[in-house]
């Protein structure tokens, strides 16, 4: 089946504004991540930069064992991360329909068909580590928890608790470690609060 070149055109413009949708949704989850982190940061006290890892240092410093840290205070945090898991899954479900819409190109090469089925299949395994780190933690007693993968290989965790404690931090850099292999120094997590 031969394409016009204005169908051609049509499909163009319409993957350009998917990329488009993907860059605008990556920025605004950027943004919100940087939001976070600063957050975050200026929230805690001088003792308790140690007890969270934003910038990949040992979670396992020196500091005080009883260290507090104070997170992200939100109004709601089912709306929180709500959002959080809406932002993720509509930059994922973009992703695959590109890849979807290159595989069942009959025009595209074997090596772009390719290329796609292999990252179809790398959304498919974050989203299989972020539903089992999601389930240990929670299971650990956080009553919601977002583990967010991406694909420079880090781990982000989000999770509802007043405060964390050195051990806490610890213990789930020590899960997600174990179950991904991914270094300390890949991971980053924080704690919000209503």
């Given at each position: ?10 499909i163009?413009?319409?993957?350009c ?12 989850y950027?943004?919100l991540?940087?939001?976070?982190q600063?957050a975050?940061?200026?929230?805690q ?21 009883d260290s507090?840290?104070?997170g992200l ?5 089912e709306d929180?991360?709500s ?5 993720r899954d509509?930059?994922r479900s973009?992703?695959?329909e590109?890849?979807?819409a ?14 796609a ?11 299989e ?8 933690l ?15 290989g880090?781990?982000?965790?989000t999770?509802?608790?007043d ?16 179950s991904?292999?991914?270094s300390?120094?890949k991971?980053?997590?924080?704690n919000?609060?209503?």
């Amino acid at each position: 089946m031969k394409l016009s070149a204005k169908v051609k055109k049509i499909i163009a413009l319409c993957i350009c504004c998917a990329l488009l949708a993907v860059a605008i949704i990556q920025n605004v989850y950027t943004g919100l991540k940087e939001e976070k982190q600063e957050a975050a940061g200026s929230n805690q006290t001088e003792g308790d930069k140690d007890v969270l890892s934003n910038d990949g240092e040992d979670l396992e410093s020196s500091g005080d064992e009883d260290s507090v840290t104070t997170g992200l205070k939100c109004d709601s945090v089912e709306d929180y991360f709500s959002g959080l898991r809406l932002e993720r899954d509509e930059v994922r479900s973009l992703a695959a329909e590109e890849c979807m819409a290159i595989i069942e190109n009959e025009t595209a090469a074997d090596e772009e068909k390719s290329k796609a089925q292999e990252t179809v299949q790398s959304i498919g395994m974050m989203q299989e580590i972020e539903n089992s780190l999601e389930t240990a933690l929670k299971s650990k007693g956080y009553q919601d928890v977002f583990v967010n993968y991406d694909n420079d290989g880090e781990i982000d965790v989000t999770l509802v608790a007043d405060n964390l404690v050195q051990d806490e931090v610890s213990a789930i850099a020590s899960i997600i470690q174990t179950s991904t292999g991914i270094s300390i120094a890949k991971m980053s997590v924080q704690n919000v609060y209503e």
